[in-house]
């Protein structure tokens, strides 16, 4: 024996194997216990990062090198409050279950991460070497998840090492055996502990009987089995962990752990020895895992491997790391054919009748049954700053302004497709469609705001799943075409969401980038909240689950907006052009789906009521009230996985009551039925039918019939 006390460390020069050399106990030790209260530089405080930055520890302090690599290298020892070490401190029984668990922490990797993507393959090894399928989803997800990227060493002799990339690699695990890689460690595990610092005196041998008790008591598997260990103890949630996770802390024979009680070099190393043992366990069954599928990890490896290099080279030439573009073209062949009374075959022309507000006659209206092909354009551009904005850009252009199909002739509007569109500037000019930005704000709530925003971009809810694939205008806008108008310009709004419940506000101006407040839209005014601002204001009260939703909407509706979608020659002209009306406009719309194709169809209908009034007196039989109504079917997989079948019916917008009483006469169906098959993922082909069994309304002369059969193949890509 050493005249005067040695410390703990060992680390500093060669490793001690256990048992050559006994240190003698402190004096705190032969008292029998220590302070309850956290000794400093083994608190829970935050770990240091630098050994510099302890004001006591100088070269060439005994064991420097060790305490150097436990701080700098793996970070895992904090210091006291006034910015020592107090290396020479008696260490604790709570001082060293505190202190090992910071550090396995820190040293071990979750290793049951790593084991479970493994225990993928275990069940499966032989389908695996026989080629057959396995959930390789499930393994390349797994494999992902966890960074298999390290080593482990095996008593030093043998590496094994194998690459999985993952966002955050995992540090390298150590297994060491022997008794002197035990005391070896045993010194960074057991930082500041010098038992035999706290006098200079010899004390007396230890008790080894107490300690075979001590070693040879069987691990604990709950901290609530010490009956001396608080709560309140500050070492409480190491202890706790190192038994719960690790169980590698054993006890004394009448149930106490002991914890302000001095630790022998021969506790410390049987707790570490214990840890140890447990992490060879778990290391053991990789390496077997490892082994086993070595070949399988290899194959996965390069395939990821690829994925990478795929993934490096599109992140190489992508034109921002913030935008997404997707886009959609649209071909339409079709042509419509007319038929009825008020046709004049050899002049193809139908006859209408007078206006019936001012009794002047109207001119012959020329056909469109020419067959046409027109094509839609989108590309939309989505950016996002933080993950839960979104900036939208939609640049637009297409050629259906002199086609029926894009609402010319403008009396014959209701063959208008939702994907009909034109630049104001002509055919073939690409123009800004849409531009907005819209942002979380607060909890459940969602903001909108844009200088060209549509009023169904700031609604929570569409309270329709008709149809998979558009074809009339007047059949997507959930049987209310005034409420719904889809009102286009500059505007805002507001929703609210909350356990299926919505409620939404917004206001488009149509005109509102015009400067002008004096003159009409159509003579180049507007602005905003003005009589010529072609505004809409909506607000709407919804609620949705999973397979059904429904909605209630009111919409306030000036005239000169981007027009309502879905309204006989009568009403149009009341609601979108006389300058002086102001139509409030209501809507009820539901709908149901199933939760797997089949015989079922979905179900979607809405119905809208209208009340018009004017700021300037009007003739008698002006427009009062008008009414619409929709119910559209369809089923999805028929006949092919993914194709779907459809069809709906309903009233536009025609006049119920006029001012003064009489007979509006402005009654009329419309009809659509289509097929769209499913190409690929990317294009889509949807032949479809149309039948407007009263296309002018109460334009239709008296006495006489007219209308209109149309057919057209709408072929979509989209990318």
């Not at 901290?223 to 802390?249: H, K, M």
């Not at 054919?337 to 012959?364: C, E, M, Q, W, Y």
């Not at 998979?468 to 889809?486: C, E, F, R």
């Not at 505004?535 to 981007?562: C, D, F, K, M």
Request: a neutral charge; glycine letters at 12%.
């Amino acid at each position: 024996m050493h005249d005067r006390p040695r410390t703990l460390f060992a680390a500093a020069g060669p490793a001690l194997p256990l048992g050559l050399e006994l240190p003698v106990a402190t004096a705190a030790a032969r008292a029998g216990s220590l302070d309850r209260r956290e000794i400093p530089g083994h608190s829970a405080a935050q770990p240091v990062a630098a050994i510099a930055q302890f004001t006591d520890v100088r070269p060439p302090a005994r064991a420097r090198q060790a305490l150097a690599g436990l701080v700098e290298r793996h970070g895992c020892v904090p210091g006291d409050a006034d910015g020592s070490f107090a290396g020479r401190r008696a260490l604790s029984r709570f001082n060293a279950a505190a202190l090992l668990s910071t550090c396995l922490k820190r040293f071990i990797p979750e290793t049951e991460e790593i084991r479970r993507p493994l225990q993928e393959f275990e069940g499966t090894p032989a389908a695996l070497r026989d080629g057959r399928a396995l959930d390789a989803n499930t393994v390349t997800r797994n494999l992902h998840q966890v960074s298999i990227a390290g080593e482990i060493e095996d008593h030093g002799r043998q590496r094994c090492r194998i690459g999985v990339p993952a966002p955050k690699p995992m540090p390298m695990l150590r297994v060491l055996s022997g008794r002197a890689a035990a005391i070896a460690l045993l010194g960074p595990a057991a930082i500041g502990g010098n038992l035999a610092a706290a006098g200079t005196e010899r004390g007396s041998q230890l008790n080894l009987a107490g300690v075979s008790q001590y070693s040879s008591r069987e691990q604990v598997t709950s901290i609530a089995q010490f009956s001396d260990v608080r709560p309140t103890d500050w070492a409480y949630q190491a202890l706790s962990n190192l038994i719960e996770r690790y169980g590698c802390v054993a006890g004394y024979p009448n149930g106490t752990f002991k914890g302000g009680q001095a630790m022998t070099r021969f506790e410390a190393a049987a707790l570490l020895n214990a840890c140890l043992d447990r992490v060879s366990e778990t290391t053991d069954d990789l390496k077997r895992l490892l082994r086993e599928f070595d070949k399988e990890l290899a194959i996965l490896k390069g395939r990821v491997d690829g994925l990478d290099a795929r993934l490096g080279r599109l992140e190489a030439t992508q034109f921002s790391t913030t935008t997404k573009l997707s886009g959609q073209a649209t071909f339409v062949v079709g042509a419509n054919a007319f038929s009825g009374s008020a046709i004049n075959t050899g002049a193809n022309t139908v006859n209408r009748a007078p206006n019936s507000l001012t009794g002047k006659p109207r001119d012959p209206l020329a056909l469109p049954n020419a067959t046409t092909f027109n094509y839609d354009l989108q590309l939309t551009f989505d950016t996002s700053f933080n993950g839960r904005d979104l900036l939208r850009t939609n640049l637009r252009a297409g050629n259906f302004g002199r086609s029926v199909f894009g609402g010319d002739p403008h009396a014959l509007a209701l063959s208008t497709l939702e994907v009909a569109f034109e630049e104001d500037a002509g055919p073939d000019v690409v123009g800004i469609d849409k531009l907005f930005y819209q942002w979380p704000l607060g909890k459940g709530f969602t903001a909108t705001i844009g200088g060209r925003v549509g009023q169904e971009d700031m609604l929570a809810l569409w309270p329709s799943v008709y149809p998979a694939d558009t074809i009339l205008n007047v059949m997507t806008v959930n049987g209310a075409p005034a409420a719904y108008s889809k009102n286009l310009g500059a505007g805002a709004g507001l929703w609210w969401q909350s356990n299926g419940f919505s409620i939404s506000a917004n206001y488009v101006a149509a005109s509102g980038g015009n400067g002008n407040p004096s003159v009409t839209g159509a003579n180049g005014g507007g602005g905003i909240g003005n009589k010529f601002s072609g505004a809409t204001g909506s607000v709407q009260l919804g609620y949705q689950r999973e397979q059904w939703g429904l909605a209630a909407i009111w919409s306030s509706v000036q005239p000169e907006t981007q027009f309502v979608p879905g309204t006989t020659p009568f009403t149009h002209s009341a609601i979108d052009h006389n300058i002086d009306a102001s139509t409030n406009a209501w809507g009820l719309s539901a709908f149901w789906q199933p939760l797997r194709s089949g015989w079922l169809p979905s179900i979607s209908l809405g119905w809208g009521i209208n009340t018009t009034t004017y700021s300037m007196p009007q003739p008698l039989g002006s427009l009062s009230t008008s009414q619409s109504w929709m119910v559209g079917l369809q089923w999805s997989d028929v006949f092919i996985k993914g194709n779907d079948f459809g069809f709906a019916v309903a009233q536009p917008v025609f006049a119920t009551a006029l001012s003064g009483g009489g007979n509006p006469n402005d009654g009329n169906y419309v009809w659509e039925w289509w097929y769209k098959y499913q190409v690929t993922d990317q294009i889509s082909v949807t032949p479809a039918l149309i039948y407007l069994s009263r296309p002018l309304g109460n334009n239709t002369p008296n006495g006489q019939t007219f209308s209109q059969l149309g057919g057209l193949v709408k072929t979509t890509f989209r990318f």
